[in-house]
């Protein structure tokens, strides 16, 4: 049965309730009902387990914008996305992945924020877009308290009521979406809108960007197995479609390895993600990368392949035995569904059939 209880992040009246299915620590399986999934109408559904609410609800830890975490929250529902699992800090020895959500903490989750207005107008208008679905209908939200704005203000990636209606009205004047008469404000996409939305969810990225590669990085026992992976499997593979490849330890970077990681993803034309030995780390960068709908091609080796995570499983991976297999099937895959790169290499037996 939920019950009801007030948001512990946007304090509107939402519901709990316990949660299913299981956690891996470690090895184990262990019961997930010690969790809770929250409904809101403001930050959507998200998962949290008791000792965080607290936190979260203790105004003393309250480094945190509840409009940005609640806009957050929202936006991985409105994308259709497995609920976050909000973690107030790393725990070490909290589960390493659950089956219904997704863990994320809550600094990680705040360096989603977009920090630009027109930053801001974008990810509205793809949420806009994402719950339109298609051409013709309208989205109507009810009057805020406010003379001029709008109650739904995490939807609208605002703080208040005026700027979720300052964000419909620039939206408007540049052409992306249209006012209807409604009992509220009523909004539908322009087909500028619509294109606008397509160019953002293809990524803004220029093609001559390099893919993103989130893999493993083989710890202390399995580095070279993993360097071996990245040279001879997923680099050649990206490189043959004429695309170039980054790895992030390849680079040089600097503390805020985190900003630089979440970087490189924005700006990618896709994402390679290798969820061999199902690190946290990738499921993570992934997970963000679809957010921006950025395409993601997955791939597993295959005695890991059994354990792949819940929701990760039914999108399509390439299950691979050797980097050599992986390099053809990959090349495939790019070339099948996102299209020759800038830099085709100079050879002729280019892969010929999406795999
Ligand atoms: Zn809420």
Redesign the pocket.
């Known amino acids: 049965m939920p019950e009801d209880l007030n948001?512990p992040?946007?304090e509107?009246n939402?519901s709990r309730t316990a949660l299913s299915g299981t956690a891996r620590l470690d090895n184990l399986e262990v019961d997930c009902s010690f969790l809770s999934q929250i409904q809101?109408p403001?930050?959507g559904v998200f998962v949290l387990n008791r000792r965080d609410e607290v936190n979260l609800r203790s105004p003393r830890l309250r480094y945190w914008n509840p409009h940005h975490v609640?806009a957050l929250l929202r936006e991985q529902c409105i994308a259709d996305l497995p609920p976050f699992w909000l973690r107030d800090h790393e725990e070490q020895y909290a589960p390493v992945r659950i089956d219904a959500a997704t863990i994320i903490t809550l600094r990680e989750l705040l360096t989603h924020w977009p920090q630009t207005v027109p930053e801001r107008l974008d990810r509205c208008l793809c949420n806009l877009a994402r719950e339109l679905k298609r051409g013709g209908r309208m989205k109507v939200f009810p009057q805020g308290p406010e003379q001029r704005g709008i109650a739904d203000t995490s939807a609208l990636f605002a703080e208040d009521p005026a700027e979720a209606h300052y964000h419909i009205h620039a939206l408007k004047r540049q052409g992306y979406v249209e006012e209807q008469l409604a009992n509220g404000v009523g909004v539908t996409l322009s087909p500028e809108g619509w294109a606008r939305v397509a160019e953002l969810i293809a990524g803004t990225a220029s093609r001559a960007n390099p893919a993103f590669v989130a893999m493993w990085f083989g710890g202390e026992c399995e580095i070279q197995a993993m360097q071996g992976l990245y040279d001879a499997g997923i680099k050649p593979g990206i490189e043959d479609a004429g695309y170039k490849a980054l790895r992030i330890d390849l680079v040089e970077h600097n503390e805020y390895i985190m900003d630089e990681v979440l970087g490189n993803i924005r700006r990618a034309p896709f994402v390679v993600a290798d969820f061999t030995q199902h690190r946290n780390g990738v499921y993570f960068e992934a997970g963000f990368a679809r957010g921006l709908g950025i395409p993601v091609i997955h791939t597993c080796r295959e005695d890991c392949f059994g354990k792949a995570h819940f929701d990760t499983q039914q999108l399509n991976h390439i299950v691979w035995k050797t980097p050599d297999e992986l390099q053809h099937r990959l090349c495939n895959r790019i070339l099948g569904t996102i299209g020759v790169g800038p830099n085709p290499p100079a050879r002729t037996s280019m892969p010929s059939r999406p795999s």
């Open positions: 948001c992040i946007c509107r939402a809101c403001l930050c609640s």
